[in-house]
């Protein structure tokens, strides 16, 4: 079990760029796939990005692709999250999770962990 703290969330103006962390503990980090979700008002749960243990291997879902981009720091035990040209859909609660099992990167599925979320606010 990992426990994780994201940060970075805040309002902006769209176009503008905000950089999410989830600083993960209590767990060996690099043994972990890590993913970030978000939920927006009367919608879904959306994996919006993930990564694999090593870092070699990302995801993005379709919405983010080329905006977004997911990294991770194993020495710092630090998940990122680096969002450019936001727009206002992009406006949810951000949450990072944390998943042992070995599952195919592009799966939403068997996160153990997660976060307590940040919350993004893009203003048109």
């Known amino acids: 079990q990992v426990q994780l703290v994201e940060s970075g969330g805040g309002l902006v103006q769209a176009g503008a760029s905000l950089r999410l962390s989830c600083a993960a503990s209590g767990g060996t980090f690099s043994r972990y796939e890590m993913g970030w979700f978000r939920q927006a008002p009367g919608k879904e749960r959306e994996l919006v990005a993930a990564?694999?243990?090593?870092?070699?291997?990302?995801y993005y879902g379709d919405s983010v692709k080329g905006r977004f981009t997911i990294s991770r720091d194993n020495a710092k035990n630090t998940v990122y999250l680096q969002m450019n040209s936001l727009k206002p859909e992009d406006t949810a609660l951000y949450y990072c999770?944390?998943?042992?099992?070995?599952?195919?990167?592009?799966?939403?599925?068997?996160?153990?962990?997660w976060g307590q979320g940040t919350q993004v606010t893009v203003s048109s």
């Open positions: 999770a944390a998943r042992s099992s070995i599952v195919l990167l592009t799966s939403p599925t068997r996160y153990d962990d």
């Open positions: 990564i694999s243990r090593s870092g070699a291997s990302t």
